[in-house]
């Protein structure tokens, strides 16, 4: 009994201990109690990094139905993170924000108050959505996987990943012209794309610079033609992928499974083999309908081995024999514009093919003698195909794998492969017995050679300085024209003109069109009759090698919105640039020349002018290999055809830069009154700059005026701050152009000009991009409201007002506002309070 008692006791006692301490630790745990799962939407005011969510793998937000997930998921190597969208069930992403910039695990994820989103890495945004002035309340993971922001009325979607695809496409998601599918980048591996061209739906290998076409829908057996139009969507269904016009009617579908249940969600993934494949999502998992995929067969991609080894319907991947002493079979190439250091290696005879030779067409029609010769002096050119049959040349700056040649081939014709290698190492496969019996031929030759020149030196000694100077001549000119047969053989590649055939095409240059940047543009007309446009390049400080890197790249780019070069001349100190001759001339005398009514350009002509140069702008910055800024958008390099399709020029001379690069220019660039405030406060000059000179072009446009006009009323001076007045009073027909009969509440119009004061906005990192530029006046993106303040209309060239006030005389400090002001050239504008000033340079306009 006692023992019971005692034990009873115990209990009581142990279990008065206890309590206390188990409501101290709860109270310790309850700030650190685990992070939960949002469902079907997040509100704004969040921030979430993977650490955070680290027990449900860094993903915070949750589709209604559970299929899909989003949040920070880890890489292959678990260091570094990225911002997806995941299919649950399979762990496949199907989206992805910040390709290529990963971050770290405590790095955020932001939602603001004010419904601006983006993530950072290190305290730097890498990935953003433009939603200033858009009411941003909610941001929505839908069933269908698709990742929505939605406005103020809780209806209206004002951003969706499914308009900005990466590598996978989800069912009843619209995959249309502009927009592109694109593998995973990999290094040292070729990219793949998918795009609307020419009316068709075409894979692509390589960067954007130089694309190589090796699939189409069009040409595809495989493919259903339901009905005869222009394809302008894809949409993509349980069992079949179909292709739209413009007006919803069904053009053709490529049937994809006999399978065909509408509560499926299918996936379709284009891999970093350049293959798309097609996959089923569902709670059990993902299954792959393997015999079906885009393009047809093992072999059908360059991406089906690894570069340059040889793809076999039976047997695995190899290195072709004549590269097998190369390590990863690659051959070595010093240099690759050296044609000293290298040579052209035979690979395998006439037995290897590449699938996008099939699409692409030959760069010339040379024998193989003179296709080398083309290889070795271009310093792009790494690879060569030849075709002795119809002397087709084609030259490539990178390729992927080969594709061994039979008789079921789709190309049968014999081609010849040759790969550029360094001379020094291009003898490894050699025989000892090959190397000896070469060493003994050199030995006898040097013997005979030593023995003629000898004889022939005292015979030659006699006339030596009287020859010395003609034969040097002789010499250079000989060599120089061996030279210039480099490209002139290449019609697909810039012809390389001498200067007395564009000395002759011009008259002598005595048909001046204008004054360009970098020189002045004559108007010429070549041989073959074609009209063309000169430009003589002055005071450009560069290099031959330098410039013809240049051309080169150059002669490479080809849009429907940029002026074509058509070739160029290297010759002396003459530098000199061919274009394509546009005959409706500059935009500027369009838009600013009031005495001729003929010139007056509608407002149709002129929204299809705005839309094309910004269509070409955004080529320059997004599509290029090479990312190119241009530095001087204005009226003056835009250039009209006969019906009045605008072109961007003097691209040709903008600054070429990698895709990681922005620049700080050490000289100040492109035109007064359309530079933008970072030229001047020496901040980094990227693309953004440019956005900021079309916003300037743009308001032009629309007012058939110039950004500065001193002798009209005050408050009509500076068009960028009038235009923003007008508008925040409503008064949008002040803005537009007086001679222009449109409606001044035409949607078009207005987003127009909105889009012009978004573009002009001092902060660089507000302004749109020109590819959002382009979908905001198809009216593909809602246009954002514009903020209360004209700060973003005013562009400020120093930092603060006692700067300013510092470096002027006491006669010129704003005490009030400038009325005088023709006498002044505009820089820029001061805010101060509720009053905005002029800030002039004494000059000329």
Known sequence: MRCIASCAAMKTMTGLLIWPLFLYNQNLLQPCAAKTMNVGKILPGIRASHKEFIDMNGLFLSSYNSNFRFGLSSTRDETSFLLVVVHTSTSRIVWTAN???????????????????????????????????????????????????????????????????????????SFSKGMRLSSNPRSNKLSYFLEFQSNDLLLYAGSSRAPQSYWSLGRDRRNIINSKGDVYSAILNSN??????????????????????????????????GFIS???????GSSSDKIVTI??????????????????????????????????????????CSTSENSMNLVSGNSLDYSALEYVS??????????????????????LFHKPASKSCFLFDEIGSLRFLDGNSPTTAVTSLYIKGSSKTSSKGLSETTSSGRKHFMLIAIIIVVAVLAIAGICYLGIYCYQRKKRYSATQQCFSEVQDDVLENLPGMPIRFKYQELEIATNNFSMKLGQG??????????????????KKLESIGQGKKEFQAEVSVLGTICHSHLVQIKGFCLEGDHRLLVYEYMAKGSLDKWIFMKNNEGLLLNWEKRLSIVLGTAKGLAYLHEDCYARIVHCDIKPGNVLLDD???????????????????????????????????????????????????????????????????????????????????????????????????????????????????????????????????????????????????????????????????????????????????????????????????????????
Not at 113 to 132: F, P
Not at 278 to 284: A, S
Not at 316 to 325: H, I, K, N, R
Not at 369 to 383: D, F, Y
């Open 643 to 845: 019906n009045y399709h605008a072109k961007l020029s003097d691209f040709g001379m903008a600054k070429l830069m990698t895709k990681e690069q922005s620049r700080v220019f050490t000289t100040l660039r492109g035109t007064r009154g359309y530079l933008a405030p970072e030229w001047i406060t020496n901040q980094p000059i990227s693309e953004k700059s440019d956005v900021f000179s079309y916003g300037i072009l743009l308001l032009e446009i629309i007012g058939g005026r110039k950004i500065l006009e001193p002798l009209k009323d005050q408050e009509k001076v500076y068009l960028p701050l009038y235009a923003f007045q007008m508008m925040k009073e409503g008064k949008i027909r002040e803005v537009i152009d007086p001679m222009l009969d449109v409606n001044a509440e035409d949607e078009t119009v207005v987003n127009a000009i909105k889009v012009a004061l978004w573009c002009i906005q001092q902060n660089m990192h507000e302004r749109p991009s020109m590819s959002q530029v382009v979908q905001m006046l198809e009216g593909v993106l809602d246009v954002p409201q514009l903020l209360g303040s004209s700060r973003g209309a005013c562009q400020f060239t120093l930092a603060t007002s006692e700067q300013i006030l510092m470096t002027m005389t006491p006669s010129q400090k704003p005490h009030q506002k400038l009325r005088a002001i023709h006498l002044f050239q505009l820089i820029g504008c001061l805010v101060q309070g509720n009053e905005i000033y002029m800030i002039y340079i004494i000059g000329s306009l």
């Open 278 to 284: 097609f996959y089923v999502l569902d709670n059990g």
């Open 517 to 534: 940047g970098f020189g002045s543009v004559y108007k010429g007309i070549l041989q073959d009759g074609t009209q063309v446009a000169i």
């Open 362 to 383: 030959p760069l010339s029609i040379a024998d193989i003698e003179g296709c080398k010769e083309a290889c070795l002096r271009n310093c792009s050119c790494h690879v």
């Open 295 to 336: 393009p047809e067969g093992s072999c059908s991609t360059p991406g089906s081995c690894d570069t340059y080894f040889v793809c076999y319907k039976d047997r695995p991947c190899t290195c072709p024999l004549d590269l097998s002493s190369y390590p990863n079979c690659k051959p070595e190439i010093l240099s690759s």
């Open 240 to 273: 079949s992928w179909k292709l739209y016009d413009k007006n919803h009617t069904l053009i053709l579908q490529f049937i994809i499974s006999d399978y065909n249940d509408q509560n499926t969600i299918r996936a379709a993934t284009l891999g970093n083999d």
């Open 99 to 173: 390709i290529g910039s990963p971050v770290k695990d405590s790095d955020e994820f932001v939602f603001k108050n004010n419904g601006e989103v983006y993530l950072e890495k290190g305290g730097e945004r890498v990935w953003s959505i433009v939603t200033v002035g858009k009411e941003v309340t909610s941001m929505e993971l839908r069933d269908s996987g698709n990742l929505v922001l939605i406005g103020k009325d809780k209806k209206t979607t004002i951003w969706e990943s499914f308009n900005y695809p990466t590598d996978t496409l989800l069912s009843n998601q």
